[in-house]
């Protein structure tokens, strides 16, 4: 069965970089969209951006174009987000997901697996 | 960019109906996926394409779209299925989109 698997809680200064890593197992990684989504405290959910590991070309939300770099590296089957110029705002859980195709009109995508979050925070 | 709006939250009695709106201009033309996500955890897919079910979710669980309005039904309630609830689409500028969450509480 598919896993996703996310690295461990972080605590950043503002204006630092954060790298998170998501684990794939139990399905095919490269074909899959792997996409990013945070959610700050007692918020809803927030799309970050995506990647298709066997075309490696990231798709991202304008909100955090410039700021944002999503890779995948098909030989350990991980996707990594990577957020800089940390602020207070940036304070959440971050989510990684598996895209699965859905039904005509496409393009239509769900997020069929999840991986457990990463909190976040970032303090002075 | 496409918007889906929910209500805060919806409250009803065990072993009742409960019904989750998710509104959207013309939103029956989409595809509409819905994740229960209780606290402290992550999302879970509880239907996608409108009405299907992913294994293991039970037929209690059920979904429907048309028109401007999407909606999530849950009948015979139980204390367990306390969460938040959150549809989602993918919009035509080649993104997800998903709605602000309705919170479920069982009286």
């Given at each position: ?5 996310q ?14 890593s ?58 990594y ?21 859905g039904?005509?009109p496409?393009?239509?995508l769900?997020f ?13 | ?13 065990p ?14 033309s989409?595809s ?17 394409d409108?009405?299907?079910?992913p ?8 979904g429907s ?20 609830y959150y ?9 997800p ?11």
């Open positions: 069965q598919v896993q996703l698997v690295s461990g809680a972080e605590v950043k200064k503002p204006g630092s970089s954060v790298k998170v998501c684990k794939a197992s139990g399905g095919t990684f490269n074909s899959y969209t792997i996409t990013w989504v945070r959610q700050a405290p007692g918020q809803g959910l927030e799309w970050m951006g995506g990647i298709v590991p066997i075309f490696g070309m990231p798709n991202y939300a304008q909100k955090f174009q410039g700021r944002v770099t999503i890779t995948a590296d098909e030989s350990t089957s991980t996707a987000m990577e957020l800089t110029s940390l602020t207070s705002e940036d304070t959440a859980v971050y989510y990684c997901a598996r895209g699965a195709v039904q005509n496409l393009p239509n769900y069929d697996y999840w991986g457990q979050g990463t909190l976040v925070t970032v303090s002075s | 960019s496409y918007v889906l709006t929910q209500s805060p939250s919806v409250s009803v009695a072993g009742q109906t409960a019904r989750i709106p998710c509104g959207g201009d013309n939103i029956g989409k509409v996926h819905w994740y229960q996500q209780k606290p402290g955890q992550a999302p879970v897919l509880v239907v996608y409108d009405g299907d079910r294994s293991g979710i039970p037929e209690r669980i059920s779209n048309s028109g401007n309005t999407a909606t999530l039904t849950i009948s015979g309630v139980e204390a367990g299925d306390e969460a938040d549809c989602q689409v993918w919009d035509t500028s080649d993104h989109v998903f709605g602000g969450g309705t919170n479920l509480t069982v009286l």
